[in-house]
């Protein structure tokens, strides 16, 4: 796959994001779980990009924020849609149990 610049810009967005939504909760749990998720984002997009900035906004903006950014990549033709649909679920509904939330 090409890497193209609208792409990066994409990725830096969602990774921006996860580390905002990490860095924005009390809950521990709930951090980590943001931090696996980035670390997932890399792993479906090959590490190819750092986040673009710090961000700030509530978790429904930076959520949204981060289903736009998806939708980018979708769209410019990232190889395993399928893993980015599942993470971006997987930040919109996080399972926790007991305090403990499953990746």
């Known amino acids: 796959m090409t890497t193209t610049y609208a792409f990066l810009i994409a ?3 969602a990774r921006s994001c996860l580390a905002a939504l990490a860095d ?3 809950d521990f749990d709930l951090a980590i779980h943001y931090d696996h998720l980035l670390i997932e984002l890399d792993g479906v ?3 190819v990009g750092p986040a673009c900035s710090p961000m700030t906004g509530t978790n429904t903006e930076l959520l ?7 939708d980018a990549m979708h ?3 990232t190889p395993d849609g399928l893993s ?3 993470l971006l679920d ?4 996080p399972t926790c149990v ?3 939330c499953q990746d």
């Not at 949204?64 to 998806?70: G, I, N, T, W, Y």
């Not at 997987?90 to 509904?93: I, Q």
């Open 24 to 26: 924005s909760t009390d």
């Open 75 to 77: 769209r410019l033709g």
């Open 45 to 47: 997009t090959g590490d």
């Open 84 to 86: 980015l649909e599942i």
């Open 98 to 100: 007991g305090g403990r």
């Open 90 to 93: 997987s930040a919109r509904n």
């Open 64 to 70: 949204d924020r981060l289903e736009v950014a998806v």
């Open 11 to 13: 990725l830096g967005e």
